[in-house]
């Protein structure tokens, strides 16, 4: 049973920083590209941030670049979000996501998906 678990939302001010996890069982775990993704409220979900098999190539959308990092632990089935100077704007739902193989993003098919942590960011 494929397993994929997010940790780490939580209210923040804004300028702040989180870390979100990403927690995976019951699949090679190298065998995919992780990407996270966020929904904010009455919005459509976005991809954010996106990391190869190895974790040697990472991509970000315009909006993050320079103040978050995703990076993974391949042999612990880990998925980090290292969030900086976070902007009230991105307030929403953060997911982890798994596709088999890499391929450059906007990613149109996710194998597996995540049930979300919620990250808030005050004024």
């Known amino acids: 049973q494929v397993q994929v678990e997010e940790s780490g939302g939580e209210l923040v001010q804004a300028g702040g920083s989180l870390r979100l996890s990403c927690t995976v069982s019951g699949l090679p775990f190298d065998a995919y590209a992780w990407g996270w993704f966020r929904q904010a409220p009455g919005r459509e979900r976005e991809g954010v941030s996106y990391v190869n098999l190895s974790g040697a190539r990472t991509t970000y959308v315009r909006a993050v670049k320079g103040r978050f990092i995703v990076s993974r632990d391949n042999a612990n089935s880990i998925v980090y979000l290292q969030m900086n100077d976070l902007k009230p704007e991105e307030t929403g739902m953060y997911f982890c996501?798994?596709?088999?193989?890499?391929?450059?993003?906007?990613?149109?098919?996710?194998?597996?998906w995540g049930r979300g942590t919620q990250v808030t960011v005050s004024t």
């Open positions: 996501a798994a596709r088999f193989g890499w391929s450059t993003p906007p990613w149109k098919d996710v194998n597996f």
